[in-house]
């Protein structure tokens, strides 16, 4: 099914790829986003969605030093993010803190809590562990997956353990199972790694090439699905990783961002370089992961993977977030700053 847009907009004043849910603020539905200025000073903003839900209001504004190349909302504080930033020379991370009487301040200002700066080699992304709180971080970059302990009190991040990815590879992101703090898939150029974090050793990998985005199903152990820019999105189940469960067509150009629903089992977004975010219903697995037979093995009862299309976009979207207080919403980025809340809630019914 193809659409436009009856979403709600919001545009930022420059580019920008990344958005974040505010999961930790149970009281609005709440994103923040941050842009991708080399010449400009760039920006964080805080929106809400209205009560009435019709329109994205900007709760604050705040400077960003460096332009922002991933940013991830604290799980436990609203108030609290990471940002991965380039300052055209060199890449660094940091946790920041938003003031706490931001709505009264005139021009309030972002307070760094900590800089993240053992990397050697360009940074990739920070993960919080997405299920609850934790006093541990873990930042990618091209080279290694290095385990922070954070304390906020104190104001401080140490690296707890690093362990190289090995040579000839280069990690570009990954995900932190919901299910095990433990557990880390990292994605490189030609394959997916898992790693113990207790060990801080390889325990697996899914060997295929040009992975974009990984993403956990949090409703479902051991299910994993991927955006790859020839496959486009596939589902694994890791204890059988040789073959994917499932496989979706993605997008007509590269499928650049997957996210499973934090709440309803096998509804997926995926966005995309052709200017594009799909709504799909994966096949709905069974206790041990696996795709129910009844779905795959029956012609006639086969329903059409794709729920909807939203191409109401002039440029690549690179940012995607559903909404953890009400799963039935989403965000999207796209690159020309442009950000646009949708409800999914006509869809529910076919699941």
């Known amino acids: 099914m193809q659409g436009g847009s009856s979403g709600i907009g919001y545009g930022l004043k420059y580019q920008a790829r990344c958005i974040s849910d505010v999961k930790a603020d149970t009281d609005h539905t709440s994103f923040i986003t941050g842009t991708l200025s080399l010449k400009e000073e760039n920006e964080v903003h805080l929106i809400r969605l209205s009560s009435d839900g019709t329109e994205l209001v900007c709760e604050g504004l705040f400077s960003h030093p460096n332009e922002i190349w991933d940013l991830a909302s604290c799980p436990f504080d609203q108030r609290i993010f990471s940002t991965v930033y380039s ?13 706490e009487l931001y709505g009264e301040l005139n021009s309030p200002q972002l307070e760094r809590i900590t800089s993240l700066d053992s990397q050697v080699a360009k940074i990739k992304c920070i993960l919080w562990w997405p299920s609850g709180r934790h006093d541990k971080l873990i930042s990618i970059d091209e080279e290694n997956l290095s385990l922070w302990s954070l304390d906020l009190s104190k104001r401080a991040a140490q690296v707890q353990s690093q362990e190289s990815a090995g040579v000839m590879h280069y990690l570009s992101g990954g995900a ?27 325990t697996n990998s899914v060997e295929h090439a040009h992975v974009r985005n990984v993403d956990y199903n949090p409703k479902k152990k051991h299910v994993l699905m991927t955006a790859e820019d020839e496959s486009g999105i596939r589902i694994w189940d890791l204890r059988k990783p040789k073959f994917p469960i499932q496989e979706l067509p993605g997008h007509t150009h590269w499928t650049w961002a997957v996210r499973y629903n934090p709440e309803y089992d096998g509804l997926i977004l995926s966005s995309g370089t052709d200017s594009t975010v799909n709504l799909w219903l994966a096949s709905p697995s069974s206790k041990d992961g696996s795709i129910s037979e009844s779905l795959v093995d029956s012609p006639t009862r086969r329903i059409d993977p794709l729920l909807n299309s939203y191409s ?28 646009v809340v949708e409800s999914v809630k006509p869809f529910l019914s076919r699941k």
């Open 312 to 339: 109401d976009y002039e440029d690549s979207i690179y940012g995607l977030a559903w909404s953890s207080r009400e799963p039935w919403i989403f965000a999207s980025l796209s690159y020309d700053g442009r950000v």
């Open 87 to 99: 300052t055209g020379e060199s890449y660094g991370a940091a946790i920041w803190q938003i003031p």
């Open 176 to 202: 932190w199972d919901p299910h095990d703090m433990n557990a880390v898939a990292a994605t490189c150029e030609s394959s997916i790694q898992f790693w113990d974090l207790r060990t801080m050793k390889k």
